[in-house]
């Protein structure tokens, strides 16, 4: 069977929605749009080339599609090609099928990224418009004083214009939790730098509703279906969305 022919709720069980019965739901009661338009039952499709929503957020179909978590260590330059022969984390995860970091962390930044062929995803959780939230947790010289981070969660001006305010948190003396959803080249250790307090060391521990968990630094894992549903409904932006409870 082609992927033209493809039923909808049968593509929609194979991305980890539910049962098929559940997925009919879905569409019985038109909470599913197929490049906009809400889909009918028996509605045959091809996932590479449409777009289908749930409850107004975009689900990726396509049968080839992989999503792994990496959790960078530093040393390991953020690309799928480095001209100077430096690691890459694309060395990192499974060479087949080929896929790309989602967003970049510098060389010295540590943490979690997300690689992935889901160029729909991937633009999504990186564009500001989508205002997907990254926590990091950033080392810092000194202890930054209570007016420092009253600066950092206002906005502080940086040489490409003021940043959106941050949550901030104080772990622990020259231990800030920063989340941010701007995803500026080097933001953090900016931000950071701007207030008098320049970054020593610097973790992303979680990326959207995916955190750090039980994975050790140099070492990916796949990301599981409902993982994968979260991402895209932390990626849609709030006109998007539509009534219904969230896919599963």
């Not at 091809?46 to 999503?67: Q, R, Y």
């Not at 701007?182 to 900016?190: I, P, S």
């Amino acid at each position: 069977m082609s992927a033209a022919s493809e039923r909808l709720q049968k593509a929609l069980a194979r991305a980890g929605l539910g049962s098929r019965r559940s997925c009919e739901e879905l569409i019985e009661a038109g909470r599913v749009t197929v490049d906009g338009a809400v889909a009918r039952l028996g509605r045959r499709i091809d996932a590479d080339s449409v777009v289908v929503a749930v409850d107004g957020v975009v689900i990726g179909l396509a049968a080839d599609l992989v999503h792994y978590l990496l959790n960078k260590p530093a040393g390991v330059v953020t690309t799928a090609d480095d001209p100077q022969g430096r690691p890459i984390v694309t060395d990192l995860a499974p060479g087949e099928p080929r896929v790309f970091p989602v967003g970049r962390l510098d060389i010295d930044t540590e943490g979690l990224l997300v690689l992935t062929n889901d160029g729909e995803l991937a633009h999504r959780l990186t564009h500001p418009s989508f205002g997907v939230p990254k926590e990091y947790l950033a080392h810092v010289a000194g202890r930054p004083s209570r007016a420092a981070v009253r600066a950092l969660r206002s906005g502080v001006d940086l040489d490409d214009g003021p940043t959106a305010p941050a949550k901030v948190a104080v772990v622990a003396p020259g231990l800030l939790r920063i989340e941010i959803h701007e995803g500026r080249n080097r933001q953090v250790r900016r931000m950071c730098e701007a207030v008098g307090h320049p970054v020593r060391r610097l973790v992303r521990t979680r990326i959207g509703p995916i955190g750090v968990g039980s994975l050790r630094p140099g070492r990916w894992r796949r990301l599981e279906p409902p993982e994968v549903r979260s991402l895209e409904r932390a990626a849609t932006a709030p006109g998007e969305r539509t009534g219904g409870p969230p896919p599963r």
